[in-house]
T-cell receptor, first 114, second 113 residues
Framework: AQSVSQHNHHVILSEAASLELGCNYSYGGTVNLFWYVQYPGQHLQLLLKYFSGDPLVKGIKGFEAEFIKSKFSFNLRKPSVQWSDTAEYFCAVTTMNRDDKIIFGKGTRLHILP | DTAVSQTPKYLVTQMGNDKSIKCEQNLGHDTMYWYKQDSKKFLKIMFSYNNKELIINETVPNRFSPKSPDKAHLNLHINSLELGDSAVYFC????????????FGPGTRLLVL
């Protein structure tokens, strides 16, 4: 069965630092990949998604992610973080199977120090 | 102009009670979902409906029963609530097909005492 791993459970950075959150998935077939963000007290929002094409995907708020098929990875990056980026970040994957189930990672809590 | 809405936002109840959480979407989507986010923030799919037909039913206790009166609504009814049911429940919707992005509701925080 497919799974999603987020290796960093809790990340603390200072403002203006660069960010990279790791995400790996286990599935041998075609996948669609997502990063969701949950700001404190709010619901999940889509940051970016990859379906096909250019493996470097740009999302909202200056985030980007790179799909590396050979490494089964979809890491999230941002060159310079802001205090407002403090949130929980979830990587997710869907396959082309009929049941269309989305699988989420366990999340990475990002805390930005002002 | 809310896309996916859930009510109530917070629900505090005693063990053994029966409660319902309602979800509505105005996006014209044909597929709706219920997710459970436990205290460790791990999200897990519970149910999925497409055009009022159940298509995903994960290993969830029988006490949980989804009801879809029409494509725009997917309600979650929980019987005999237990302490372990405390969590945030998210509703989501999308068009059919894994290529389509899911849009999430604001979540319902359930606390069972």
């Amino acid at each position: 069965a497919q799974s999603v791993s987020q290796h960093n459970h809790h990340v603390i950075l200072s403002e203006a630092a660069s960010l990279e959150l790791g995400c790996n998935y286990s599935y041998g077939g075609t996948v669609n990949l997502f990063w969701y963000v949950q700001y404190p007290g709010q619901h999940l929002q889509l940051l970016l998604k990859y379906f096909s094409g250019d493996p470097l995907v740009k999302g909202i708020k200056g985030f980007e992610a790179e799909f590396i098929k050979s490494k089964f990875s979809f890491n999230l990056r941002k060159p310079s973080v802001q205090w407002s980026d403090t949130a929980e970040y979830f990587c997710a994957v869907t396959t082309m199977n009929r049941d269309d189930k989305i699988i989420f990672g366990k999340g990475t809590r990002l805390h930005i120090l002002p | 102009d809310t896309a996916v809405s859930q009510t109530p936002k917070y629900l505090v109840t005693q063990m053994g009670n029966d409660k319902s959480i309602k979800c509505e979407q105005n996006l014209g989507h044909d597929t709706m979902y219920w997710y459970k986010q436990d205290s460790k923030k791990f999200l897990k799919i519970m149910f999925s409906y497409n055009n009022k037909e159940l298509i995903i039913n994960e290993t969830v206790p029988n006490r949980f029963s989804p009801k879809s009166p029409d494509k725009a609504h997917l309600n979650l009814h929980i019987n005999s609530l237990e302490l372990g049911d405390s969590a945030v429940y998210f509703c989501a919707s999308s068009h059919r097909g894994s290529e389509e992005t899911q849009y999430f509701g604001p979540g319902t925080r359930l606390l069972v005492l």
